[in-house]
C-alpha cells in the first residue's frame, strides 16, 4: 500500500512565524503535490513537483513555496504566515502519466492566530 | 464554466437505496478519470477510477464514463450509513498540453444514507 505520511496532524503558529509542512512518500512515486482544502472551495492546488527540485506553480502558489531536495520529499513553506492560511493542507503523491491516481497523506490542519 | 462540476447536495437516500453521483468535465483531451471518497475530518480515499468508455464495476460501486457527454457517474447499490461521505471527481488535467498527472477536482458531493 502506498503510505503518505505528514508530519503533522494539527499545528497552531502565530502570524509572521515560518512555517514548514513535511510530506514523505515511500512508494517512490515522481508526482508530488500540496493542496488545501477550505469549506465552499473544495480542494486547491498549490503546487505539485514532478522530479527532484522541480516544481511547478498551481492555481494557488502566493504566499507559499516548497522544496523536493529528495525523491521521497516534499516540504511546504508558508514564508510569513497569515490568518487566511488557517486550512487544511493535503498532501498527495502519484506515478508519473496521465492514468495514475493520486494518493493523500492524512492531512494537517493549521490554525495561524 | 467550472472544469469539473458536481451537484454539491447534499443527497440523501434511504440504506439499501442506489446512491446517484453525477460529474461533468470540460476538458475533451481528460483521459483517466477517478472517484474519491472523504470523510469528514480526513484525506480523500480513492474508490474508483475509469478510463475507456462504459461501466466498471467493483463491488457495491459502478462507474460510468461516457467521453462523447464528458460525463462520469457513480453508482452506490445497496448504499449503507457507512457510505454517508462526501465524494469526490477528478479528472486529468492537461492544460498547457503536458499531464505529469495532475488532477482537476469537482467540488464534491455530501451523500447522507439513513437508516
Known amino acids: 500500500d502506498v503510505k503518505v505520511t505528514q508530519s503533522s496532524r494539527y499545528l497552531v503558529k502565530r502570524t509572521g512565524e515560518k512555517v514548514f509542512l513535511e510530506c514523505v512518500q515511500d512508494?517512490?512515486?515522481?508526482?508530488m503535490f500540496w493542496y488545501r482544502q477550505d469549506p465552499g472551495l473544495g480542494l486547491r492546488l498549490i503546487y505539485f513537483?514532478?522530479?527532484?527540485?522541480?516544481?511547478e506553480k498551481g492555481d494557488i502558489p502566493e504566499g507559499y513555496s516548497v522544496s523536493r531536495e529528495k525523491k521521497e520529499r516534499f516540504s511546504l513553506i508558508l514564508e510569513s504566515a497569515s490568518t487566511n492560511q488557517t486550512s487544511m493542507y493535503l498532501c498527495?503523491?502519484?506515478?508519473?502519466?496521465?492514468?495514475?491516481?493520486?494518493?493523500f497523506g492524512d492531512g494537517t490542519r493549521l490554525s495561524i492566530l | 464554466q467550472k472544469e469539473v462540476e458536481q451537484n454539491s447536495g447534499p443527497l440523501s437516500v434511504p440504506e439499501g437505496a442506489i446512491a446517484s453521483l453525477n460529474c461533468t468535465y470540460s476538458?475533451?483531451?481528460?483521459?483517466?478519470f477517478f472517484w474519491y471518497r472523504q470523510y469528514s475530518g480526513k484525506s480523500p480515499e480513492l474508490i474508483m477510477s475509469?478510463?475507456?468508455?462504459g461501466d466498471k464495476e467493483d463491488g457495491r460501486f459502478t462507474a460510468q464514463l461516457n467521453k462523447a457527454s464528458q460525463y462520469v457517474s457513480l453508482l452506490i447499490r445497496d448504499s449503507q450509513p457507512s457510505d454517508s461521505a462526501t465524494y469526490l471527481c477528478?479528472?486529468?488535467?492537461?492544460?498547457?498540453?503536458?499531464?505529469?498527472?495532475?488532477?482537476?477536482f469537482g467540488q464534491g458531493t455530501i451523500l447522507t444514507v439513513h437508516p
Open positions: 512508494m517512490d512515486h515522481e508526482n
Open positions: 476538458d475533451r483531451g481528460s483521459q483517466s
Open positions: 477528478a479528472v486529468n488535467s492537461i492544460r498547457g498540453g503536458t499531464s505529469y498527472g495532475k488532477l482537476t
Open positions: 498527495a503523491s502519484s506515478l508519473l502519466g496521465r492514468y495514475q491516481p493520486q494518493h
Open positions: 513537483s514532478y522530479d527532484v527540485k522541480m516544481k
Open positions: 475509469i478510463y475507456s468508455n
